[in-house]
Structure formats: structure tokens, C-alpha cells
């Protein structure tokens, strides 16, 4: 019972740092949806609510999911070594 206590921490890294790295976020996900729409309204001949809207929606994505993989990778990592050290 005692084993299971003491890597209980190194576990619980382990399954959010694959998580964070293999699990797109939700709020990623809805953002996406929401700047396709937009989108599509735009080629519709809707208006631009600010200038060059459409320009920006088209040349820039969403945030990127790369801050959530590097936060991964780096739960992972010391979740790793806390199990081998």
C-alpha cells in the first residue's frame, strides 16, 4: 500500500504530461470552429467587423497547441527521472 503512495505523484505526471502532449485542448478545438465560421461569413460577402479582418483570419491560425506539448514533454520528463532516480 505504501508503494502505491509514494509513485502515486510520478503516475499522476505521467498520464497529464501524455495528456498535455497526445489530448488537443477543448478550448483550441472551439476556436477553430468559431474562425472557420467566421470565415466562411466573410467569403459570403458578410462585412469585416475591423480592418482586414479577413486577412488576418485567413494568414493566422489559432494559438497554437505548442505551449501545451511543451508542458508536456516537460511534466513527462521530470515525472520521469522523479521514477528512475
Known amino acids: 500500500m ?8 510520478t503516475i499522476a505526471g505521467l498520464i497529464i504530461g ?6 488537443p485542448p477543448p478550448q483550441r478545438t472551439a476556436e477553430e ?3 472557420q465560421q467566421r470565415l466562411a461569413e466573410l467569403r459570403a460577402g ?5 480592418f482586414e479582418e479577413r486577412r488576418e483570419l485567413e494568414a493566422y491560425g489559432p494559438s497554437s497547441a505548442g505551449i501545451f506539448r ?3 514533454f516537460l511534466v513527462l520528463t521530470l515525472s520521469l527521472l ?4
Open 18 to 23: 501524455l495528456l498535455l502532449i497526445l489530448w
Open 70 to 72: 511543451f508542458w508536456g
Open 82 to 85: 522523479a521514477l528512475f532516480l
Open 46 to 50: 458578410a462585412e469585416e467587423r475591423f
Open 2 to 9: 505504501r508503494l502505491l503512495f509514494d509513485y502515486f505523484p
Open 33 to 35: 470552429q468559431s474562425r
